[in-house]
Nanobody
Framework: QVQLVESGGGLVQAGDSLTLSCAAS????????MAWHRQAPGKQRELVAT???????MYSDSVKGRFTISRDNAKNTVILQMNSLKPEDTAVYYC??????????????WGQGTQVTVSS
């Protein structure tokens, strides 16, 4: 079994910064892509940023230039550095990872989510 545990959410003011972390633990062979998604009240979950095992990154237009995704493959962690936060960034943020459990079995795991609230 694999677990993704997020941390770092909280309440901040507009313009502040916040760092989210997600650590994967359990028995697995490797992790491919890791990503952050978010879901605001009444809205669909949306992709925020992704990073491949080799470090290639992709961002949604809404966070490009303000958020930075990074990962530590040795520690199986992914970080989301969020700067210049806006009230519209308020959402539950979810960590996501593609995991090879065995050479034949691949599974997509999700964390439990961490709340980020940005006040104006």
């Amino acid at each position: 079994q694999v677990q993704l545990v997020e941390s770092g959410g909280g309440l901040v003011q507009a313009g502040d910064s916040l760092t989210l972390s997600c650590a994967a633990s359990g028995n697995f062979l490797s992790i491919t892509n890791m990503a952050w998604h978010r879901q605001a009240p009444g809205k669909q979950r949306e992709l925020v940023a992704t990073i491949t095992s080799s470090g290639s990154r992709m961002y949604s237009d809404s966070v490009k230039g303000r958020f930075t995704i990074s990962r530590d493959n040795a520690k199986n962690t992914v970080i989301l550095q969020m700067n210049s936060l806006k009230p519209e960034d308020t959402a539950v943020y979810y960590c996501n990872a593609g995991v090879w459990l065995t050479v034949r079995f691949f599974y997509d795991y999700w964390g439990q989510g961490t709340q980020v609230t940005v006040s104006s």
